[in-house]
């Protein structure tokens, strides 16, 4: 039995990765839902992994925090959900850990709001940094005629799908390909249905909200 912990849907780009990981491996997992950002959260985070950040993945009595690993951890049961050729695969494990690493700027200017819709414009660093990510995933696309990083869906496309939401979200321009390839993301049926649960949600923050 796996249990999957993640964060607030609307915001919690990190738990939505190895959710929509584990969707596309089609292994079965309970959900528990911590609300982040609040007076008891931290602890309960803390209860959970020393790393006292979601999404963890429970596995009977081990636990696996972190994206990247837990999404590691689904290639090893199912295979596909890398690309099969052993050069993209070593490729799109790399630009996974990019995505966990850079554009911070990108990522901190354009926190995910799934509910967000605003053409504000960003601080220039956070731009740059959309910039940069927008060069990589054409890098990605240019090589192949389908419609994902890495030719079919790949684990890659689950990190880069929060990253296609701020793109929505925040109104910045993309061009014809990086806009296609945003589309897809976000109209595939896994992302759908995490989106609703998102949009359903109570909660609020206002910092985010506003920035
Ligand atoms: N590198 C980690 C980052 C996890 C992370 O920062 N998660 C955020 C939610 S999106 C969190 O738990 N924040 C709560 C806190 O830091 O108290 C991963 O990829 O899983």
């Not at 790393?51 to 837990?70: M, R, W, Y």
């Amino acid at each position: 039995m796996l249990t999957l912990y993640i964060g607030n849907k609307n915001y919690s780009s990190w738990s939505m990765r190895p959710w929509l990981v584990l969707k596309k491996a089609q292994l079965p997992f309970e959900e528990k839902l911590i609300q982040l950002y609040v007076p008891a959260s931290k602890e309960k985070l803390l209860k959970l992994s020393s790393a006292g950040t979601v999404p963890v993945l429970q596995v009977k009595d081990e636990v696996i925090p972190d994206s990247l690993a837990i999404a590691e951890w689904a290639a090893r049961c199912v295979p596909n959900l890398w690309p099969q050729n052993a050069h993209d695969k070593q490729r799109a494990r790399a630009l996974c850990q990019q995505m966990q690493e850079d554009f911070g700027a990108f990522r901190n200017a354009a926190p995910m709001n799934l509910r967000r819709r605003t053409k504000g414009k960003l601080p220039d660093d956070g731009l740059q940094a959309a910039a940069k990510l927008q060069t990589t995933f054409e890098d990605c696309l240019a090589r192949h005629d389908k419609p994902f990083l890495f030719g079919d869906w790949s684990i890659a496309d689950a990190f880069a799908t929060p990253y296609a939401a701020r793109f929505n979200s925040y109104g910045i321009n993309s061009s014809l390909k990086t806009d296609t390839y945003i589309s897809e993301l976000l109209a595939d049926d896994d992302y759908l249905e995490w989106e609703l649960a998102a949009l359903a949600e109570p909660w609020t923050m206002p910092d985010v909200d506003e920035v």
